[in-house]
């Protein structure tokens, strides 16, 4: 059974750093595709950042040169390290797994940014 627990979230100034950590079991995490997605409040869920098995990243335009998205083969975790935060950043921001052809999701953890 896939399980992925996000954690790291929780109240950001605007313009601080945050450090969000998923703790994945349950799959072969080395070769998993991972990914970072937020939804924010009336709003669809969008792809934040995704890292290969091999280290390859992608990123939103938004978040592109403030997040970085690393992973832990040897601890099955993934991290998004998220710097210059803006008030849109605000969302909940859920992990996501790819070992093969299914997505497995996280429950989400909460970022929120205070101007």
């Known amino acids: 059974q896939v399980h992925l627990v996000e954690s790291g979230g929780g109240l950001v100034q605007a313009g601080g750093s945050l450090r969000l950590s998923c703790a994945a079991s349950?799959?072969?995490?080395?070769?998993?595709?991972m990914g970072w997605y937020r939804q924010a409040p009336g709003k669809a869920r969008e792809m934040v950042a995704r890292?290969?098995?091999?280290?390859?990243?992608i990123y939103a335009v938004s978040v592109k040169g403030r997040f970085t998205v690393s992973r832990d083969n040897a601890k099955n975790t993934v991290y998004l390290q998220m710097n210059s935060v803006k008030p849109e950043d605000e969302a909940v921001y859920y992990c996501?797994?790819?070992?093969?052809?299914?997505?497995?999701w996280g429950q989400g953890t909460q970022v929120t940014v205070s101007s």
């Open positions: 890292i290969s098995g091999g280290g390859y990243t």
């Open positions: 996501t797994a790819r070992p093969g052809s299914n997505d497995y």
């Open positions: 349950g799959i072969i995490f080395s070769i998993s595709s």
